[in-house]
């Protein structure tokens, strides 16, 4: 059975650029969550969604992110105009219910 | 608001040595508490949880009991691994909402 599949794994790109970050969650979860991960900030929740309908976005860090889930099994997070600061690994995850999450790998950006 | 504290890291210790990671929280109501693992270049995985006061999560010889009186959920282990080496961190999910909150993460480094 697929876990939380992220894509893509790496990302590279110049300052200015846009970047957009894909996640496909576990098929019948009902939940999906945005995850940044720096050594200066730890784990951090960006934004979340139940039955693919924002629920907290009181994360995002500014009106640069923004993030969408179109149906059930795909959701994005988009980073317009990236910044070096941005730079981190994204994480993904899905759950049935308010329960136990699964992580997916992990998008790791870095912008120059 | 709600949060969750671990003890700092890293923690380096031989291989057979018993591990407690302390985690203590700050929550209303009553929360639900998560240990996941984070292994080197991939994404968090659970390791165990609890949902009520009193219970014991326990996977991998790894157990922590949800203490209501002293909020806490202290990480232990009585022989640890090499393989153990990975970055730990203690969570809580408040009673309402799927979000969860995250401590900084404690890394364990064990020694052969």
């Known amino acids: 059975d697929a876990g939380v599949i992220q894509s893509p794994r790496h990302e590279v790109t110049e300052m200015g650029q846009e970047v957009t970050l894909r996640c496909k969650p576990i098929s019948g979860h009902d939940y999906l969550f945005w995850y940044r991960q720096t050594m200066m900030r730890g784990l951090e929740l960006l934004i979340y969604f139940n039955n693919n309908v924002p629920i907290d976005d009181s994360g995002m860090p500014e009106d640069r992110f923004s993030a969408k889930m179109p149906n059930a099994s795909f959701s994005t997070l988009k980073i317009q105009p990236s910044e070096p600061r941005d730079s981190a690994v994204y994480f993904c995850?899905?759950?049935?219910?308010?329960?136990?999450?699964?992580f997916g790998p992990g998008t790791r950006l870095t912008v120059l | 608001g709600d949060s969750v504290t671990q003890m700092e890291g890293p923690v380096t210790l031989s291989e057979e040595a018993f591990l407690t990671i302390n985690c203590t929280y700050t929550?209303?109501?009553?929360?639900?508490l998560f240990w996941y693992v984070q292994y080197p270049g991939e994404g968090l995985q659970l390791l165990l949880k609890?949902?009520?006061?009193?219970d014991k999560g326990s996977n991998k010889g790894f157990e922590a009991t949800y203490r209501k009186e002293t909020t806490s959920f202290h990480l232990e282990k009585g022989s640890v691994q090499v393989s153990d080496s990975a970055v730990y961190f203690c969570a809580l999910r408040a009673n309402q909402g799927g979000k969860l909150i995250f401590g900084q993460g404690t890394e364990l480094s064990v020694k052969p």
């Open positions: 609890a949902t009520k006061a009193d």
């Open positions: 995850a899905s759950s049935l219910a308010p329960d136990t999450q699964y």
């Open positions: 929550a209303t109501g009553y929360p639900s």
